[in-house]
């Protein structure tokens, strides 16, 4: 089930694309990071494994699928099975004439700096590309979801979308930054306000408070 974004609610296939060249601190899918973590399927075994499920929805997620050089392919065909794409994405890559329908991008903020310092380096120069996001938002349909860990956050939320010159406010989402029930819970009422002082969405994380972020299969 999506458990973020607009779609929040909706039942989804997920294809989790491993491989990731950031280290966010509070990543809940760590175990995506490195490229060897996954299994080698070739596009049309993943297609055929989707299908096996009655959702007309699909998620691709990682690690960080835009750096995949598959992906373009996978879409296609995804899409001429009659599926709605969704691509989650950091937004540091760009892709052109992909017909993903929704390009959920989560930019990192300074708040996702591991406390490692070579991960912090490795972590720093790629977490955010202002000319990436530019492209991204001018040539897909799109969410911004920007992941809040305290209500400092909300001056380098707003300093990021003024540098980027075409964002559309009403797209634009504030989710809690939370790895257990507990936590989310704890953090929600605080984004809550962020939201209603701002105008901008409240990002849901069903998977977060439905399932307190167990792995599924």
């Not at 979308?161 to 989402?173: G, H, P, Q, Y």
């Not at 009422?189 to 599924?216: H, I």
């Amino acid at each position: 089930m999506q458990g973020e974004g607009f779609l929040a609610g909706i039942p989804s296939v997920f294809v989790r694309l491993a491989g990731c060249p950031l280290r966010c601190r509070w990543c809940d899918t760590k175990y995506a990071w490195s490229k060897e973590a996954g299994r080698q399927y070739s596009t049309d075994e993943i297609v055929s494994t989707v299908q096996q499920w009655p959702c007309r929805f699909v998620v691709v997620t990682g690690g960080e699928p835009m750096v995949d050089t598959d992906l373009p392919q996978l879409v296609r065909e995804l899409k001429a099975v009659g599926k709605h794409i969704t691509i989650e994405t950091a937004g540091i890559a760009y892709i052109p004439d992909m017909q993903c329908d929704l390009m959920s991008i989560s930019p990192k903020l300074s708040n996702s700096m591991p406390d490692d310092s070579e991960l912090a380096a490795i972590h720093k120069n790629s977490k955010l590309d202002l000319a990436v996001l530019e492209e991204l938002l001018g040539c897909y349909n799109y969410q911004l979801k920007f992941v809040v860990d305290s209500g400092a956050d909300l001056s380098e939320i707003e300093e990021t979308i003024e540098k980027l010159a075409n964002v559309d406010s009403e797209k634009v989402m504030l989710m809690p930054q939370a790895s257990t029930r507990q936590g989310f819970l704890a953090k929600s009422p605080m984004v809550a306000e962020l939201c209603k002082r701002t105008g901008y969405a409240f990002s849901q994380r069903l998977q977060v408070l439905l399932w307190d972020n167990e792995r599924g299969m």
